[in-house]
């Protein structure tokens, strides 16, 4: 069909989705799918949700915006009380966004305001990991350490410092899980004293990588010893939790893994599960009160931030996730979607790396040192092909790892049938990375 929209790749001709419900979406040729992404790792869920439909016809009916320069309203000053009490520590206060990608713009203007109330302007470094992917607006890629997508704006972007990635998978130290020092934590320290502690103004991690990495879990350990170093050179810390946060991983939080507690911690996706756009920040008090005692403003503001009808979503998802336990969910299910997922594998011969926390997994088919074979769009291809939805996702040159993430209410059914799809998938792959390993012999 033709189009007027500009989509991620040119010429592609994408089916046209028309309704979605559970843990499946429907094309407009009545083909089914079943979500194993969670759209973009949003959904978390699942489509259709009575409860949240019946929170938004309410919500219209009474008052849709109202900006934030002239009103507060019940919905927004409600969703922020709930996400500091579930919050670790003192993150006491929040920032409204409309994505992912506004809020990390809004935790490093707030990071960069905090150092310039207490006197330190000079901070204006920001420090982030090989790998990571922060969001897609020019601050937020500028942290970022993927490649593919810094590519077409690499020339206006910051040369802001970026240490060593956590991947146990492909240690950039070429250690093991038994040999591991926490290098990788390490070299976060190094790179704060490479560019001077006194001109750092912020580190910013993923606790787990999403999707440009490919679902990775840092060692145990880890987010601890980064903490520790922020603290020891007096940096603020962010946590990237715009995937990990609001029950994904199995907890309420990326960072309650190992009990940290961020300066500034960021919400997208699951925040508002795909119902309505929202992102946020939390702040911890010495953040918030260091702009309190000085200028007491924050100029940043979005023409949508904090409006009622997102911030009742946000309430009516969280109240979702809280009343069926979606946290809990993740810890249970994640084992057995693995545990499949490497039993498809092992029965083809097919080596590969699944791993991730809870409910956010990830497949990885590349082989370090080794020239690609299975790549991550014919996997995502051959999956649509059969009815399942996945992400593609790696930092490689070309991409060898799909996300396996599911929305957090799937069914056991629906769990053990994504694995039989997924199966399904890899039986149309193999045998074009066969007949390309024969003739590469030959």
Known sequence: MSTRMLY????????????????YVYDAEGKSYLDGCSGAIVVNIGHGVPEIAEAIRAQVEKITFVTRLQFTNPQAERLAAE?????????????????????????????FQYWQETGRPERTVMISRDGSYHGATLGAIGLSGHPNRRHTVRAVLPAWPRAAAANCYSCPFGLTRSTCGLDCARSIEDAILAAGPERVAAVVIEPVVGASGGAVPPPPGYLREVAAICRRHDVLLIADEVITGLGRTGHWFGCDEEGIVPDLLVLGKGLSAGYAPLGAVLLRDRVHDAIGAGSGQFSLGHTYAANPLSAAVGLAVLRYVREHDLPARARELGPRLAAGLRRVLRARGIQADVRGRGLLLAVDFSRPGEEPGITAAEVVRAARDAGLLLYPAGVTPVPQAVMVAPPLTITVAELDRLVDLFATALDTVRPRVAASLEGALR
Do not use: C, Q, W
């Open 8 to 23: 991620p790749e040119l010429g592609r001709e994408y089916p046209v989705a028309v309704r979605a419900k559970g843990s």
């Open 83 to 111: 996400l500091t009490a579930l919050a670790p520590g003192d993150l006491g206060h929040v920032f409204f966004t409309n994505s992912g990608s506004e809020a990390i713009e809004a935790a490093m203007r707030l990071a």
